[in-house]
């Protein structure tokens, strides 16, 4: 049953700390996207890749986020320095190519990072 | 640009009750259109999709119609159970290119069913 990794779960930090926040998309799809999701905002899409590079990232605030995809294995997100208002759920999602059995119509969402930011 | 526009929420409502949410997109063409739902603690499952003008998504007794002429996709299902509890996320589909895969999401609508 193919699905979407996150680590870790629950993540709870301090003020000021760095926080890495890994998914592993399902093997095969070769675009990976990153949400926030907060009461307030709701869902909101951060950036997103596609084969490995970097397709859009406007919505991710660039003095202290950071997204890469090191392999096709692993996407990242990074937050330095964290802050209280980043407290939210992250959401990794990976899709497509319509080749390799995938549609680029449908994402697949892992089960979320819960970040605390005290 | 393109948008997603939900009815608002929460919707509360009995067990075996009617349920429909509204949703109308803006589009420059013909997207495709999604429900997705999230379940507590989970991250959005694709419910259901259609692809082109007047095609019908259905599943697990959920169903939405694309209507072009109004520019709409409502959820609707005839007899909610206290498990359909959750919310309920519209969204669409158009663009080439970089945009190809890129889904535009509606608000979300948070559904409660008591027993």
């Known amino acids: 049953d193919a699905r979407v990794t996150q680590t870790p779960r629950h993540k709870v930090t301090e003020m000021g700390q760095e926080v890495t926040m890994r998914c592993q998309p399902i093997?095969?799809?070769?675009?990976v996207f990153w949400y926030r999701q907060t009461m307030m905002q709701g869902l909101e899409l951060l950036a997103y890749?596609?084969?490995?590079?970097?397709?859009?990232d406007s919505g991710m605030p660039k003095d202290r986020f950071s997204a890469e995809m090191p392999d096709a294995t692993l996407a990242t997100l990074k937050i330095q320095p964290s802050e209280p208002r980043d407290s939210a759920v992250y959401f990794c999602?990976?899709?497509?190519?319509?080749?390799?059995?995938?549609?680029?119509?449908?994402?697949?969402f892992g089960p979320g990072t819960r970040l605390t930011v005290l | 640009g393109d948008s997603v526009t939900q009815m608002e929420g929460p919707v509360t409502l009995s067990e075996e009750a009617f349920l429909t949410i509204n949703c109308t997109y803006t589009?420059?063409?013909?997207?495709?259109l999604f429900w997705y739902v999230q379940y507590p603690g989970e991250g959005l499952q694709l419910l259901l999709k259609?692809?082109?003008?007047?095609d019908k998504g259905s599943n697990k007794g959920f169903e939405a119609t694309y209507r072009k002429e109004t520019t709409s996709f409502h959820l609707e299902k005839g007899s909610v159970q206290v498990s359909d509890s959750a919310v309920y996320f519209c969204?669409?589909?158009f663009g080439g290119g970089t945009s190809y895969g890129k889904l535009t999401f509606g608000q979300g609508t948070i559904l409660t069913v008591h027993p």
């Open positions: 999602a990976s899709g497509g190519p319509p080749q390799g059995g995938g549609s680029y119509n449908e994402q697949f």
């Open positions: 093997l095969g799809h070769n675009t």
């Open positions: 890749f596609r084969n490995r590079a970097p397709l859009d």
């Open positions: 589009a420059t063409g013909y997207p495709s």
């Open positions: 259609a692809t082109k003008a007047d």
């Open positions: 969204a669409l589909h």
